[in-house]
């Protein structure tokens, strides 16, 4: 069992940064590919980024690239999603979610193929 613990989000004007936190409970690190997800009210979940267990491949959802970057420090079981250049939109809860995997280079990109998600974390961006 594998429990995640988001951190980071706040409020942040439009243009600011912020770097959310996905702690694990456990070992993840060469195991458990991660992404990062996002729900806005009245809105399905949407996918903000991944990274495979290595740490060698990401993958960005469209609202993301260029902006927004993942990274890993398995060391400390943690990975990060470093957001810049916020906009209003990007207003929402985020949410970290990690898979078991065999698989170095592989990530996923749609919710369903996580079986561990974190409780998420809200962030505000003001205009």
């Known amino acids: 069992q594998v429990q995640l613990v988001e951190s980071g989000g706040g409020l942040v004007q439009d243009g600011g940064s912020l770097r959310l936190s996905c702690a694990a409970s456990?070992?993840?690190?060469?195991?458990?590919?991660v992404g990062w997800f996002r729900q806005a009210p009245g809105k399905e979940r949407e996918f903000v980024a991944a990274?495979?267990?290595?740490?060698?491949?990401?993958n960005y959802g469209e609202s993301a690239k260029g902006r927004f970057t993942i990274s890993r420090d398995n060391a400390k079981n943690t990975v990060y999603l470093q957001m810049n250049s916020l906009k209003p939109e990007d207003t929402a809860v985020y949410y970290c979610?990690?898979?078991?995997?065999?698989?170095?280079?592989?990530?996923?990109?749609?919710?369903?193929?996580?079986?561990?998600w974190g409780q998420g974390t809200q962030v505000s961006v003001s205009s």
């Open positions: 979610a990690a898979r078991f995997t065999s698989m170095d280079n592989l990530y996923y990109t749609l919710p369903g193929r996580y079986n561990y």
């Open positions: 456990r070992q993840i690190s060469g195991n458990y590919a």
């Open positions: 990274i495979s267990r290595n740490g060698a491949n990401t």
